[in-house]
């Protein structure tokens, strides 16, 4: 699909996969609404003055969400690229992990996704054209990791209704690629980590452009038929 003057929107957009995501589509020439709770750096605000809106919510709470889909709805009527990248992670085991911890994790892992498919669903069916949802997981989705009983179950729930998703999208022309990294540099990960293995650790402006490209090959003018439903990237030495 055409990336260049698309108008999509980004969820987690202030740091790590979702900032590389908005810088990239920025400099194809589409439109990004970036969504988060800190909002996006300043010098790529000031870089984009005219085609990058920056929303300020919590991606766990439905009325914020809403609100951005009601803006969104308001300024340009339609969406044709959703990216629900918004998520937290803490590793611990299950027994020992705080209760309002794990219903965060909950909150804007699982229901965070939910709440940005359900409400945007509707400016998608706006576009007569391609339009697609990207799901951004991780490989903790499918694969057994100490310490990540809650952040697994989180992306499990997450890939398992993005899955049911894709077949009730067909009927309205909306596509569905999930995507599963495995560890990237984000700051999802403790400073520690990042100094003792970030090194290993794959970079969030590649995950980017791995993402747009399937984007780009996926339903174009030549090939409307071939579609790419799952991404799994890892780094080369494997799980970390």
Not at 27 to 48: H, L, M, N, W, Y
Not at 112 to 134: H, M
Not at 211 to 224: F, N, P, V, W
Request: charge should be negative; proline fraction near 3%.
């Amino acid at each position: 699909m055409q990336i260049e003057h698309s108008i999509v929107l980004i969820t987690g957009a202030s740091s790590g996969i979702g900032l590389s995501l908005t810088k990239q589509f920025l400099q194809k020439g589409a439109i990004v609404c970036a969504f988060s709770r800190r909002g996006v750096p300043e010098d790529v605000t000031d870089q984009f003055p005219n085609t990058l809106m920056d929303y300020i919510g919590d991606i766990g709470k439905v009325q914020d969400v809403k609100a951005c889909m009601d803006a969104i709805g308001k300024r340009f009527g339609s969406l044709s690229i959703v990216i629900a990248n918004a998520g937290m992670a803490h590793f611990e085991n299950l027994a020992e992990m705080k209760d309002e911890i794990a219903e965060e994790m909950v909150s804007t892992n699982l229901l965070g996704v939910f709440y940005t498919v359900k409400y945007a669903f509707q400016l998608l069916s706006n576009v007569t054209g391609p339009k697609t949802i990207v799901g951004i997981h991780s490989i903790a989705a499918t694969t057994v990791f100490n310490g990540a009983s809650v952040y697994s179950a989180t992306k499990a729930g997450t890939l398992a209704m993005m899955r049911s998703f894709r077949e009730e999208a067909r009927s309205h022309g909306i596509s569905v690629i999930d995507v599963l990294p495995g560890a990237t540099r984000t700051p999802i990960w403790s400073k520690d980590m990042l100094n003792d293995r970030g090194n290993d650790m794959m970079d969030p402006d590649t995950i980017a452009k791995i993402i747009i490209s399937a984007l780009e090959q996926g339903r174009t003018d030549e090939d409307s038929i071939t579609h790419i439903d799952e991404i799994v990237i890892r780094p080369w030495i494997g799980n970390l």
